[in-house]
């Protein structure tokens, strides 16, 4: 797999920060409780099992395109999918296996591979269904990424997706912190979040770009909507960078009740269905 400078420094990232791990990850020992890890993603992503309807996919040959730390390749295996899961990371498969392993799931029962999403290597028409939950935003070509989902999907099949949105509250959180408190008003909430959120370069976009990327792709029957998310409602488990006393008092004085009152127009989660034609 031949990989850019800045998809190297996307694949690190990860690497070192498998999603979704923090979770189940003990504080003090950086172990990760894998099922725990599922549990509470879970619980605090109530509107993640309802989006991907995982029994849909049961008998389905289906492809998940960036598995993170497994939960949901998790559950489309176990709700009866023939899954194929592909990621960027060795971290990531290795996780994703080892949760299916403690669930005493056979490694004959699905197939998991290291990947790239913008040069998918699967056949054309080879899946009914991809799913991909916050990843192909992190990929230096994102509407790359479309295309080969487009392709390896057959005709008729279905893709289930989320990207960021770029009209949110974490946006505005991240303009105020990295643009206007660091001395840099003219530098808009889109950068402020392509240099500072998770990997180097993750893009977020909006309704209309997210249609315009999914017709170029050639995929009809669109459906977008958006959602709160946690980052949102600061429902996110603090990373280390965030362990100073001023971010421990925006997490406590933040008004979620508000966030909430607005509704999910100004959501995080870009989430979206799409067909490919028959």
């Keep these: ?34 099922k725990k890890m599922a549990e509470e993603r879970y619980r605090r992503e109530p509107y993640l099992p309802p989006f991907a309807d995982f029994p849909s996919a049961r008998g389905k040959r289906m492809l998940e395109v960036g598995v993170g730390g497994g939960t949901d390749f998790h559950s489309w295996v176990t709700n009866g999918a023939r899954a194929t899961g592909v990621d960027l990371t060795e971290a990531g498969v290795r996780m994703t296996r080892q949760r299916l392993r403690q669930s005493g799931v056979a490694d004959d029962a699905y197939h998991l591979t290291v990947g790239d999403a913008e040069n998918l290597h699967f056949a054309d028409n080879s899946f009914e269904m991809v799913y991909s939950w916050g ?69 977020t976009y909006t309704k209309a770009e997210t249609r315009d990327m999914l017709e170029a792709a050639g995929f009809v029957d669109i459906e977008i909507r958006t959602e709160l998310g946690l980052g949102d409602l600061l429902n996110v488990i603090p990373r280390t960078k965030y362990k100073h006393p001023m971010y ?24 979206f269905n799409a067909r490919k034609p028959r």
């Excluded at 100004?266 to 989430?271: A, I, P, S, V």
């Design 1 to 34: 797999m031949t990989m850019t400078q800045e998809k190297r420094a996307v694949k690190q990232y990860w690497e070192n920060k498998v999603c979704g791990a923090v979770y189940g990850m003990d504080p003090d020992t950086g172990a990760v409780d894998l």
């Design 135 to 203: 990843v192909l935003m992190c990929a230096p070509d994102t509407p790359r990424t479309f295309c080969q989902i487009f392709r390896v999907l057959q005709p008729g099949g279905l893709f289930r997706g989320m990207i960021y949105h770029l009209y949110c509250w974490v946006a505005l959180m991240f303009y105020v912190r990295h643009s206007l408190l660091a001395g840099h008003p003219f530098k808009s909430p889109w950068q402020a979040m392509y240099e500072h959120l998770e990997s180097p370069g993750t893009k």
């Design 248 to 271: 421990k008092l925006v997490w406590t004085l933040y008004p979620r009740w508000f966030v909430k009152l607005m509704g999910d127009r100004w959501g995080m989660n870009l989430m």
